[in-house]
């Protein structure tokens, strides 16, 4: 599947959970010790402003060389975990649809545009799209249980 099918694909059927999960539930830890899922779900909104930028810049200069963000900050500066679930999962299904606009419009030539981020190796902008479904995937695996068909395995 193309890139940016797989981005409409995955932001539908990630939102549609999101707004599943009760509040009660949004507001508890994921493990003991750790982020709340609003806070899990408040960085996924973080990294995909970060990478908004990192994609849009990446495809107009044909370059990208940019910082890394501090995440903890950024979360605790949005105070992720005082607002209401609905009002995150809308703000993150409104950057997300807005993010996909952009992979959208991104040619498949400019996909191999270098990207600096940090001090870390360069990548591909395409292995920086991927790095980030990838992200999103890894921590809405995190907030969301597990779909009932999918844990009752098949025989």
Known sequence: MHLPERFAKQIAETEARL???PEEDAGLPYHAGGWTRKQ????????????????VRASLDNEYHGPSYDQEGWVRRHRYESAPWISIVDWWTT???LLLRVVREIPQEQYAVPCFIDNKPMMSLEALMEDYLQHMEHHTAQILPVPAQASAGTT
């Open 19 to 21: 707004r599943a999960v």
């Open 40 to 55: 899990l779900l408040g960085h996924l909104i973080d990294s995909a402003a970060n990478n908004h930028n990192r994609f």
């Open 95 to 97: 950057l997300n649809e």
